[in-house]
T-cell receptor
Framework: DSGVTQTPKHLITATGQRVTLRCSPRSGDLSVYWYQQSLDQGLQFLIQYYNGEERAKGNILERFSAQQFPDLHSELNLSSLELGDSALYFCASSASSYEQYFGPGTRLTVT | GESVGLHLPTLSVQEGDNSIINCAYSNSASDYFIWYKQESGKGPQFIIDIRSNMDKRQGQRVTVLLNKTVKHLSLQIAATQPGDSAVYFC????????????FGSGTRLLVRP
């Protein structure tokens, strides 16, 4: 157990809908990273927050957004969902370095 | 939940043999290289890392080798066990890029009993 929790574990929704994925980092970790794991793209970095502020952005679509709250949990919001957004979404947390601990992921299925 | 069912190269080894998993990376400026193990239905799990100024690092049953000349990374697993069956990813990162991880495409390791 990495200490990172993600909810929900599974999510099935229809095209055009909006969903929110939640992540609670390990106790004391200030950084939260979001990654997408899809069939054709592998594991890709989406966005990072550090202590409530956006720190880095990857290939994140404009339809996707994230935030980190004062209690350090983070949410990834995915809107206007398309079939191609079906993937595993992982959150990882880190104290201050490259050593990231991954949660169990949320499997999103868009039908 | 599988690890997405990617079409990955597969390495099949006999239990007890040594395994070598290879990875090519792209960014000469990367500061750290990390190997992750992803078991079915789980998130990636940190195995071992190596800093760019090193060429070898050993852990428990694992060794990582770094060849910066050809931008190549390898993970050696000694006395491979059934519990080692998983998908293995290499990742690279730069301190200046907030340590976001850039992952390789992964290799599936199957251990035959």
């Amino acid at each position: 157990d990495s200490g990172v929790t993600q909810t929900p574990k599974h999510l099935i929704t229809a095209t055009g809908q909006r969903v929110t994925l939640r992540c609670s980092p390990r106790s004391g970790d200030l950084s939260v990273y979001w990654y997408q794991q899809s069939l054709d793209q592998g594991l890709q970095f989406l966005i990072q927050y550090y202590n409530g502020e956006e720190r880095a952005k990857g290939n994140i679509l404009e339809r996707f957004s994230a935030q980190q709250f004062p209690d350090l949990h983070s949410e990834l919001n995915l809107s206007s969902l398309e079939l191609g957004d079906s993937a595993l979404y992982f959150c990882a947390s880190s104290a201050s370095s490259y050593e990231q601990y991954f949660g169990p992921g949320t499997r999103l299925t868009v039908t | 939940g599988e690890s997405v069912g990617l079409h990955l190269p597969t390495l099949s080894v006999q239990e007890g043999d040594n395994s070598i998993i290879n990875c090519a990376y792209s960014n000469s400026a990367s500061d750290y290289f990390i190997w992750y193990k992803q078991e079915s239905g789980k998130g990636p799990q940190f195995i071992i890392d190596i800093r760019s100024n090193m060429d070898k690092r050993q852990g428990q049953r694992v060794t990582v080798l770094l060849n910066k000349t050809v931008k190549h990374l390898s993970l050696q697993i000694a006395a491979t066990q059934p519990g080692d069956s998983a998908v293995y990813f290499c990742a690279e990162t730069e301190m200046d890029s907030s340590y976001k991880l850039i992952f390789g495409s992964g290799t599936r390791l199957l251990v035959r009993p």
